[in-house]
């Protein structure tokens, strides 16, 4: 299916066109969906990873086992991340996948692609090249086509649970990493039939709008919360949901797959500074492909396989609104109150924007 565009030309618009969007994705016009924005100075961008940007990626041996070049590129960033930063934070990241959260708000490399539960942060987000003359040079502002992008999260993760409920070759795959028996290994697969009925418990009247939006963080606590009794509680099934042990090994802690079918899973994590709440941030996080034989030519071609917008489950759950006449809509966001104060609310740029008050 082909990605929906739509183009806007005011503030008045932009509201509108994502209204149309919300209604288009509800069954039900008292209980809106959610969904998640993400803006972007420049249309041509793909929704692609900074760590999946890096030549890491493209090496045709990708390493040994299930360890690539990617995973190194990953955890060395990580590890220094964790050493020189641990004493600045009040509350420690619990998991991998919570740090990689943190490391992207403070422009670390990670395969975490940012989105937002705001579309108004989200536009501030695709014309700050109108709100700020220091990171962003007069040329960036002509050439620049602003757009965001417009995700429905619980559609895309239903759609990767039906898929990981469907592929037994990938469930087994996954459970060899157990080391359990023959039996055993069965009884597992009976757990992930059983609870592959995940409609059942997975969508609820009351949580409709936040079903399948999943906590990986969380998810990952509580497997590790008893590690030593984890193959014990899988085949057991009334314990933990199997799923999220897939979930786990594929989106935390970096499963290779053999292909591109599954796309990012889309989380939320706690908060870890005011900028990240401020920014109402949400995440995707990508899992580890399998580089395959065309990808070194697509590569060539400046075309990332590894983008959000390519990946078929992906497409069908994503909307682009192109932003025209952008100085015009920013000007009309800072008539409303808006500006960078919204997305970084440190104090040097709230000083900015008293002695700054203008569109560039």
């Known amino acids: 299916m082909p990605l929906t565009r739509k183009c806007v030309d005011s503030l008045g618009k932009y509201m509108e066109q994502i209204a149309a969007i919300a209604q288009q994705c509800s069954a039900n016009s008292m209980h809106p969906p959610i969904l998640w924005f993400r803006g972007q100075s420049n249309a041509s961008y793909s929704l692609i990873p900074s760590l999946f940007r890096t030549k890491a990626h493209a090496e045709k ?32 990241p619990s998991s991998r996948v919570e740090w990689l959260e943190v490391m992207q708000h403070h422009q670390v490399n990670t395969r975490v692609l940012d989105w937002s539960e705001s579309s108004l942060h989200s536009l501030l987000f695709a014309l700050e090249p109108f ?61 992930f039939k059983e609870y592959g009925k995940f409609g059942v418990y997975s969508e609820t009247e009351e949580t409709n709008h936040i079903d399948y939006i999943f906590n990986l963080s969380s998810i990952n606590d509580e497997l590790l919360r008893d590690r030593s009794r984890l193959k014990e509680l899988l085949i057991k099934g009334d314990v933990i949901n199997p799923y999220y042990y897939l979930l786990s090994r594929i989106y935390s802690d970096g499963y290779v797959l053999k292909d591109r079918i599954l796309p990012p899973l889309c989380v939320v994590h706690p908060y870890h500074s005011e900028r990240i709440k401020a920014q109402k941030g949400v995440f995707s996080v990508f899992p580890f492909y399998k ?50 104060s919204w997305l970084y609310p440190e104090m040097p740029v709230v000083s900015s924007e008293i002695e700054n008050h203008r569109i560039l």
């Open 291 to 340: 580089e395959q034989p065309l990808d070194l030519n697509l590569r060539k071609n400046n075309i990332n396989p590894d983008a959000m917008e390519f990946n078929n489950m992906a497409a069908d759950c994503l909307y682009q609104i192109l932003i025209k006449n952008p100085q015009k809509v920013a000007l009309e966001m800072l008539e409303n109150g808006m500006n960078d």
């Open 131 to 191: 709100f700020d003359g220091i990171k962003y040079k007069e040329d960036s502002r002509k050439k620049c086509v602003p757009c965001v992008w417009v995700l429905t999260p619980k559609a895309l993760n239903k759609k990767i649970m039906e898929y990981l409920q469907q592929d037994i070759d990938l469930q087994k795959s996954l459970m060899n990493d157990l080391g359990i028996t023959v039996s055993k290994q069965k009884a597992l697969l009976h757990n």
């Open 61 to 92: 041996k990708a390493g040994v086992g299930n360890y690539t070049k990617l995973h190194y590129a990953e955890d060395i960033r990580t590890q220094h991340y964790i050493a020189k930063n641990f004493h600045l934070l009040s509350q420690e």
